[in-house]
């Protein structure tokens, strides 16, 4: 054999197809021949660890509420994922807000002794996400919000209610159907011929 010459290649073999490979050849979809999945994900063993991770999820919604941030929402993601219990997600005007307060709810987490496994975005402030663990704050500017829409992504995770009884403020009242209800009513009068 010279130098040039190159040894025959050895032809792979066609392996046959195992009964999982024809049952997915066999149908339209993959889903139809995935295992089937479990609906829920498995309850947290300690529950104490579960009240806490949604005090202080709770309480990072507060924090980016008094920073002045938009459309907070809370979502409970405990029958969707085996991963984390609790989504905190806010809108802030800016980039500066954004990593504003980011570092607010850092530092008032560090203070309750909740430390981070993560950071990521404050850089660019499109998206600052801080990983807790049980649960993550995801601070978006507007774009980067419409964009990810983590809301619509999550969509059957219920939301929860983040504000403090005592702290909220009253919700404006609904406008009235009619315009009897919305002009104050005269006083009664003691006089008859009135």
Not at 128 to 138: E, N, R, S, T
Request: negative net charge; proline residues 7%; hydrophobic residues 40%.
């Amino acid at each position: 054999m010279s130098e040039n010459e190159t040894p025959e290649a050895e032809v792979p073999v066609a392996s046959t197809p195992t009964e999982r490979t024809r049952a997915i050849r066999a149908t339209r979809s993959i889903r139809e021949a995935q295992d089937a999945a479990i609906p829920e994900a498995v309850d947290r063993r300690n529950p104490d660890r579960l009240a806490r991770a949604l005090a202080h999820a709770q309480l990072s919604a507060r924090i980016a509420d008094d920073n002045r941030c938009k459309d907070i929402l809370l979502l409970d993601l405990r029958k969707a994922t085996a991963l984390l219990d609790y989504f905190v997600i806010a809108t802030a005007n800016s980039r500066r807000q954004a990593n504003a307060v980011a570092g607010e709810i850092d530092a008032e987490m560090k203070k309750l002794g909740e430390h981070k496994l993560g950071m990521e975005g404050a850089e660019e402030g499109r998206w600052i996400l801080i990983d807790y663990g049980d649960f993550v704050v995801h601070v978006f500017s507007g774009d980067g919000r419409t964009y990810y829409s983590l809301e619509e992504i999550w969509g059957d995770a219920p939301s929860l209610a983040w504000r403090d009884a005592n702290s909220s403020p009253a919700p404006a009242p609904a406008p009235a159907e009619n315009a009897s209800e919305t002009t104050p009513a005269e006083p009664e009068s003691s006089d008859p011929s009135a």
